[in-house]
Structures are given as C-alpha cells and as structure tokens.
C-alpha cells in the first residue's frame, strides 16, 4: 500500500530524519530533537516523551529500578470492538516495547530517593486499567512504608474503555492511598504532560501538594473527543492549556522540560517528609489515620480480608491504645 | 499461569439487545429520583444547600434525614422530571460545586458520627467549559479522596445511570448496591461508541461490550449487591422499589454500621485496593521478593473456591432482625 | 424642635400607631405588624426583631434563662469621635434597655436545649465589641461543655469601630470555639436576619453546620457604607440579599419568620448532637481535638494561662494517653 | 469596681500627626513587600499558586522556604511595586480565592509538621460585587477558623498595613509581631472617618482614635512584639529590616516549637480569649456561679501587677543563643 506522505516533495530530507514542530511549523532534526529534551529549539513546543528518555531527564544515572515489571492486563470483559482487547494490548506492547501504559519503580533525584510512577502516552493514549491503577496504587504505597516523596508523571487519555467500570474504579484505587501519605506526612508531586486528562485527572494527578505542568500541555477533564461525542460542544481554543490552569488556580507552576529536574530537586528539600515513627495528625480532610493506616497500607495485607465476605475477617488496629491518630510528636522532639 | 480471557468476542445480538433494554429502563423518564426515593424511604428530611464557594448546584441534593428514626445523611444525583426542571437541574449533571456541596455535606456527617447515603444517577458529570473552569477533574479528585477516608459507614445505592466520574465522586462506599435495572459504566455507551466504533449508533453494542448492567457490575466485584425492581421494573412501582431500597439500606447498615472506625477504613481500603484484574507474569521485580499470588489478588473478582461472593439481596435478606438490633444504636 | 413626619398629610392615623412597608408601601397597624411577627401581612417584607420578641418567636416559653447578663463594655481606647464611645454607649443602653447588643443562654425549642446568642441590631448597629465576643464565645463553650446545640441569630453591622482592633480581634475569639464544636461533634447552626455583615458574617455567621436566613436580609461582607468609603463602587440592587446568597451557595435555606421554630425542631432532631465521653475524630478540618478541648474549653481555665507570659504555665492534658484525639467510639457501642 | 475608662477625649493634634506619619509610612511606596522579604530573610523559597477551584490570586503569595536550613511554609499580601503590578496584585486586597489559596497552603504546612510564618500587609480583603459573589465572608471566616485550629506554630509579622478582615484571615498565631511603623486595625481610617466623622478628611483623627500604631497594639495586647525599624524606615532600608524581621521570626519559633500541639493550641485559644476589655457588673447571672474576677479575664489588657507584658522585641532578643539551640529542630 501507497503510503501518502505529509511533506511537500520539494523537501529532500526523508520524514524519519526530521519533524516538523506543530507550534512554529519550523523542521527540526530528530537527532537534535532528542538531544534538546523533545524541545523545540525554536519555540519551545514540547513533544510527548517515552518513560525512558524521561527517566534520564529526572533522575541520577543508573539509580531507577523498575518494580512490578511483570504485572500484565487480562481482559476482564471480554472486550471487543472493531478488534478484540487483546489485539490491542498485543500490538501496543509491540508498538512501545512496554507491557502497559505506566511503570513504577523507586529512584533518586540529586540523591533524593523518590518512589515515581511514569505514564507513556504512546501505549494506547496512556489509559488506565487495573494494572496501571496497581502500579500507582503500589508506587505511592511505596512511598508510604519506605517514608519517600511520591512523584507521577501523568500522560493519559483517562480511564480505559476496555476494563470497563474496572477502569473507572481505578480512580478511587489510586486516590486512597493519598489519604494515607496526608496522615503520614509524605509529599505527592504530581506532574502533568500533554496530554493529561479524563479519569487520571479526576483522581491522584489533581491532588498532588504540588502540581506541575509542562508548557502548553492540553490538561482537562474531558478529553476533545469525549466532549463532541457527549456534549456536542467545540471547547475554545487553549482552554484546557497548563497556562489556563495555572491562571484557574489548578496548577502551582509551568516548568519547562530542562528545568525539571532541578526544580523536583528544590522542592524535595523544601518539602521534607514529616518525621517517621509517629502517628501525624493533620487538619486537612486525611487526618486521623495512624501507624495502622501506616502500617497497613500495603496491598498484601488486605489480601485475605477482601477475600473473605467484607467485614468479617478485618485485621484490628494494635491495642496500644494510640487509636488511629496518636499525639503528634513536640516540634522540639523532631 | 492460566489464562483469564473470557471471551474475547463482539457480543452477541442477544447480549446486545438486553443490555440496551437495561440501559432504556436505567433512564427511563418515570424511573424514581433521589428525592422521589427519599421521600419514600425516610422519616423526615431537610435538604442543604451550597458548596459555600460559588453556588448551589440542583444537580446534587443532600441533607440530614431519619432512616426508622436514626439519622443519617443523604446525598444523591437528582434529574428532572420534565424539560423545564430538566434544564435547571442541568439533566443531573453536576458541575464542580455540586460535588464541593457533596464534599460538605460528607464533613458534616463526619462531624456527627452518622452514616452516609448516596445515591448515584447522572450521565456523568458536566463536561462543559465552565466546568472544566471552575475545576471538574478537582471537584471529582477530591470527592473520591474525602470519601476514601471518611471516618463513617457509607452505603452507596445506584439507582439509575451510573456514569463514570461524575457517579464515582459519590460513589465510594463501604458497600455499593444497585438496583436491578441500573447500570454503572466508565463512559456512557454513546461516547464509547463514538470513539471505538467511531459511530454513535453502535451505542448499544459499546453497552454490551462494557458489561454495565448491575448483574454484570457484580460479576465484575465493582458492587456488592443487586436490589431486584418490583415488576415491570422501578418506573412503574415507586413504592415497591422504594421499599426495596429501603431494606437493602438498613440492612447494610445493619452490618456496617458494627465496624469500629479502624475496621471501617481498613476494609474500605481493602474493597477498592481489590478492583480490578491484574495479572503477574514472570517477569519478576530485579529488587523485590516475589509478589503473593495472582489468586489472593483477585479473589474477589475471580469466584475462586473460598471465595464467597454476595447474593442477590432479596436472597439473603435478614429477617427484619438485623436491622432491628441496631434499632438502639448511631 | 419640629420633626417632620415622612408621611402625608391625607393620612388620619399618627406615626406611633402604625408602619409603612418598605417594600410594598401598605401601612400596617403596630399592634398588627406585633401579632404578625413583624411580618408584612401583604408582602412578607420582614421588620426587624428585638431580642425579647426573638426569644419568644423562637424558644419555649419561659425556658430561656440570660447567662452573663452582667458584662459590660468599658472603653479601652478612650475612643472619642463626634461624641465619647462611653456616652453612645449609655445612649444605646436607654434607648434600648439592653446592656449590650447582644444576649446568650440557654433555653428549649420544642424541648430540645440550645445554647443560643442572639443580636439586637438596635444597640449601636449590632456591633461587635469586646463584650459582644465574650458572650459569643461564652455561649458557643457553654454549648461545648453541656453538649448541646449552639444557635446564634445574627443582626449586626459588624466589628464595633469604637474599640478597634480589640473587636477585630472579636472575630478569632468567636471563631477559635467552632473548631472544638467540630471536634466534639456539636452542631451550629447560624441563622442571618437583616442586617449581617462585616465582621459578623466573616466570621462565626458564616461556619454554621446549617446556615438559614429570613427573606430579603440584607447580607453581605462589605457594608453598603464601608463599601463606598473605601471603594466608591455602587453595590447592584438586590445583590446582598439572602436569595442570592442562596443562590451562591452561602446559605442552606430561606426560612420565613413563621417556620423559623417548627425548622428548627426539625434541624435538631436531623442533626444530632454525636454520643458524648469521647474524642470524636472528624475528617473535616477540625479533626484532633480530644477531651482536653472539652474540658478547657471554659474561658475561665485559660484566665491563669492568659494572665503569665504565653508558653510558660499552660494546663497539660490529662496524662490518660488519650491524647489530642481518642478513638472514635464503635459504631454500635452508640 | 473601678471604672476602665483611660480617656474619653477627642486625640490630640500631636496624637493625631504621630498616629498619621506611622500610617503613611506603614503605606510608603518604597516600604519593603512580602516577596521582597522573603527573598532577604530566606535561604529558599519556592511560590505555589492556585486555590484548586477558582483562581490564582496574585494578592497573596506563599509556599514552603527554608529558615537557616529549616523548613517553613510562608504566606503573605503581595503590593506590588509600580501602577502595573499594583493593578495586577489588586493593590495587595485579596479576593476569596486568595484566602482559600492561603488555606491550601496552611494544610500543607500542617501536614508537613512545619510551621508558618505570615506577613500581614494589606488595606484589606477587596470588598467589590465579584469578591462578595465568590464568598469574601466565607473565606474570610473559614481561613480564621483554620488558623485557629492548624497544628503547627505559627508566627505572624505585620510588615505594612493591617487592614481589618483581610489581614485577621491570615493573621492568627502564636505570637504577631509588627515592624514599628506597621499599623493594624479594624478598619481603614479612611472608611472610620467617612462612616463615624462623615468626613473622609477627618481620616488622621480616626486614626489617632483608633490606636492603630504597632506600639499602641502592643499596648493592647493584640500583638505580642514590636520589631524596630532600622534609620528612617523600613523603606530606606530592606536588607537591615530584613534581618530583624528574621531574628525575631527565629527567635519567636525558638520559644513556640518547645510546646507540645496540646500546649500550643491551648495557648493560641487562651491568647484569642484573652483579647478585648469585659467588665463584670454586679448584675448575677441567675443560675450560673459568680463568675471570676475581672483582673482574671482582663490580666492581659491592663498591665496589672504580676502580668508581665513583652518588652520591644530589640530589648529582649535572645543573643542568637535561643534560636541555635534550635537548630536540630523541625
Ligand atoms: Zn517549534
Ligand atoms: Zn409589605
């Protein structure tokens, strides 16, 4: 078959050398494209990114370590459309050479070890099903027992279609945890790249203590396709912009891709985990979670109890007497 | 490791065919509302209003009620019933400050120590500019964390239309019923249409394929009970579903209401920490020890032996007597 | 001196014994308008209340009892405008037959007891002075160590300008009490007549559990004098009123003066006050205070504290290991 | 019982000059900002933006910033610098979102264990027809509520105008310091005159009359210090304004970080209570016991024997000992 290309003919370069920025229409070399982070180096636009080159952006050489690796979707609905799901997923894996759309592991910034979760757009629009949810869910877990900031890199078209309600209930999957890492006092960066919207907007990625954006990264809850198919409205222009949520007050700032790293590095020191060994009691909407919630947040504990009828077989708090919060520690005590 | 795949097929006419029924009865417009229901189902009831921020959405409704004399609060999606209250009530579509309304609606059952009811029946959540402007995503996010950790028994019911975000930021519980012609899906069948079958008229089998109906929904271990609807189904017997509804209510709070707060939010946790099918290949983490198996994972979802899964609630439902021995209590 | 009266002369009746509406203009006979609850009987335009008729609209009879009814206010800047802050205040004292612009005690709506505080924007505007705050606070720690529901009916021009920032400062004092009625699971329920605003409204009016307002208050931040002295922009017609408040989300609901009683049965019986002999924890913003915010609630535990250089003698809390916040109690130990 | 009253006569002309020239400089164009502070005092700091659900208000500014190594989360008005910034920053006059981004900010502190700092310097909260729609009561009151209850110390410093409502939302601590030539009141003196002479002119008289200076408020026991200002002024000088707004915020969070939460909320409420002149006549209450003595209630205001009050914060600074036994802290 015929493949028609997009370029002019009186260009002699052949596409796979070099793109055309889609803001300043100028044509960049893909060599310089990657060593300028995916920057356009005449106006900046910022091109969707693979989780490795990311990883090398914001993080110390060689100190990432992949967890989970091996966690793989099923298909829980038997879901076929135009091809079945499993078609789908097998020829996304191939595509990106990913088993899903997100990777979790533990890694440091400028010697900061970070629990971080990482999306790729490029693995069906970065959707999350339940093993994208899991990732997170352990990703930020993590981040509860080991006492390390959290950090997601989001880049999602939202929940997956093909888990159905599965995916939707993603949303809470991942958003629980964060009650915990408020009670414990452990920062959660969320960082927002084009594009991010639907379900992974409407959960953790809008309820980081620090939200980052990505210049001009499309960030909304419905996504353009999802809008004309259900409302029928045409959203204006630069509407769902990084810049128009930080003017909304939905995102704390825009950083460009070559400040990133730096910029993670600072708030790491300017936000310090609360001090271990404590059950922290907080007045934001999470308080009154103590070393049970700390202890137990992790996903093997509640192996049996879901197992079992709910409310039946539940592991009980330590009778210590804490309760779910105990004393915050005398700030001269830290 | 076994495979899971169940049937990776496009559904069958039948399948889509009931499944599209189920959806026309999910909305259809005699179907009783949230404020039909509670006027039904309890005692008395004074409805609240506003987010405290920006404005009083009509497409939530909320406020204190007594459920057989015990308080609760109550919080739900309400449409309309004819075009004009249709139109003020936005078809049941909340924007954010209906969900920031929700939100301080929960703080005060909090504060009280009563159990809260929701009720979940909306299209989904608004998907306008205004609302992407006054925070959506936000507004939902934060729904669903306070309802993660809040420190008191939550049923939640859905009624009629359970559609995504917008039905979930209301829709944490310690135990989700639906009734019997419900349906709960991550994205409503027309838009999921839309953009897999790329034609809107495929609408009905995009509704197949989803699974969204409230049997499938318990299959699926995303809820926890199906309340079966008097004959023809809940548009034609208010009443009757209202009765309905009314024992299922009582009869999970008879149950959850016996959790200390610690066990509340630990199973609560374990609920949602237990969605979903997730598979563990052999690829094992370089650093970790190897993961618990796939079965403790997914038991709820897989009808392992062992496994028990709840029942039809007309099937196992307590003689009066659960609920009567909590008469005293909250 | 010859006072002329705004009425024409066709009219037989004198001024003493009957009322224009403002709203609709008909004239209402006095005793009329008494029996009516002040209330319009054409319009439903509501008058201004006293105290005294407040009390007997809202509470059972005979059941309220004055608390405190011996504060006085002093004059702690020597304030001297046009005429001494001393002689407006023995002014306001004849003109009114109150000792300050507001009351609190205890009295029962269909049975149930409240601790109730109450404004008469007759006494200087209904300003809030230092006197004013104390019965405030008294009222809402009376409600905190009886376990009782806390109703205050506002009517007030806000912060007393005469003490300064003594009555800004009225503000906190009066605030500082609603986060131990969170924590103790107390309802409040605030009910704004016509006028509140200024700092009465920005602060306790406004935290209400339940928020109710007559018809057609005139509610607002600004005060339509203060806003033109300082910004010298017209406020819309109409703009300050309950309904839009309602409207935009700051009020619960619209209560006519002849259902404020039978609403506020009702509200009690919805929003119980939670079990007592315990610590609640909320989710809210207020989580985390146990029974040592109970028990010290009482200003009089704090006059020692108050009276030594801050930080220095401070009453500890009970060594019972109970901490700032105990366990909530089970659910069917209630 | 004697009487209180110390001088119920119109301000002298001399009063009337001070209290005026303290006012203007308070307002000085050149007087050192929030952000100009913050740059001076702080090792790091790093802004947040965004109230999560309406608008980034540029008229108040914070985020965490790290105090000789130590974290803190700080907040403060921002004025701004010439007609463009000043119209940008809406004069230093918040609106909702403002106190609402503030209040986010305050929970992140909380959740963190670190303690806040603010820098009081507004006319006040903005008080236009988009202010009073979006709730400026509300945000007002609730952020108040906050502070109140927020469990980490907190150190507010007055650094220009203390203007009413706008100032007290973000203005709740442990200890309030001021520069010397800050100013706090109830209202603008401007709004007083125009509302009580009915003669906007007579702005200087209400000014005197309402005792608005820092020493006068020291005096009244709203604040806790007085921080000098070094040579004219704090305009004329940033960087020595600077370091003694630092050495006072260290010295301040030297004392309150030993208190324990219980300690430290039990005194910021007692500190709250304490505030204002109540006189106790001899009309009983009824039912309830003779209440305590008026030197209890008042022992703060009057000065009376045995009630220490705080000297000038340059009279009693610890010499840097106090803040670097500190130093492990936090
Ligand atoms: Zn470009
Ligand atoms: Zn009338």
Redesign the interface.
Known sequence: MQIKLPFSRRREVTPETWTVCPSCESQIFNRQLERNLRVCPTCGHHFRMGIGQRIELMLDDGSF??????????????????K???DRLEAARIKTGL?EAAVWGIGSIEGQRVAIGLFDFHFMGGSM???V??KL?RCFEAALVERIPAIVVSASGG???Q???????????T??P??RL?AA?I?FISILTDPTT??V???????G??ILAEPKALI???GA???????G?E??EG??SAE?L????????IVPRSELRP?LS??L???????ADDG??????????GP??VL??M?????????????IE????PAD????????????E? | MSEIVLSAEAPTAEAIESAWRRVQLARHPQRPRTLDLIALIFDDFAELHGDRSFRDDPAIVGGPALLEGRPVMVIGHQKGKDTESNISRNFGSPYPEGFRKAQRLMRLADKLGIPLVTFLDTAGAFPGPAAEERGQAEAIASSIKLMTGLQVPIVVVIIGEGGSGGALAIGVGDEVLALENATYSVISPEGCAAILWRAPESAPTAAAAMRMTAADQLELGVIDGVIEEPGEGAHADHAGTAAAVKQAILGTLGRITRLDTEALLTTRYARLRGIGLVRETEVASPQLPQEPSLRRRIGRLLRLPGVPRRPRWSEIWPSGEDADANEEGA
Chains 1, 3 share one sequence.
């Open positions: 370590v992949e967890h989970d690796a091996g966690l793989d979707s099923g298909d829980p609905l038997g879901f076929h459309d135009q079945p799901y499993v088993r099903g339940s093993v949810g899991e869910a929940a997956r279609m888990e159905g309600t599965l995916s939707l209930l993603q949303l809470a999957k958003t629980a964060l009650v408020d006092g920062p639907g379900g907007l409407a959960s953790f990625a809008s309820l203590d620090v909304g809850f419905a396709r999802v809008a004309s198919g259900t409302v409205e959203l204006p509407f769902q128009s930080l003017e909304h007050g939905f995102v704390d700032d910029t600072r708030l020191r300017l936000l310090p985990v609360a001090a922290l009691q907080t007045t934001g909407d999470t308080r009154g979670w049970i919630g137990s947040g996903a093997e504990r509640f192996g049996t109890a879901v197992s079992e009828t709910i409310g539940v592991e009980q708090p007497g804490s309760g779910p919060a105990s004393r915050r520690p005398r700030e001269d830290r």
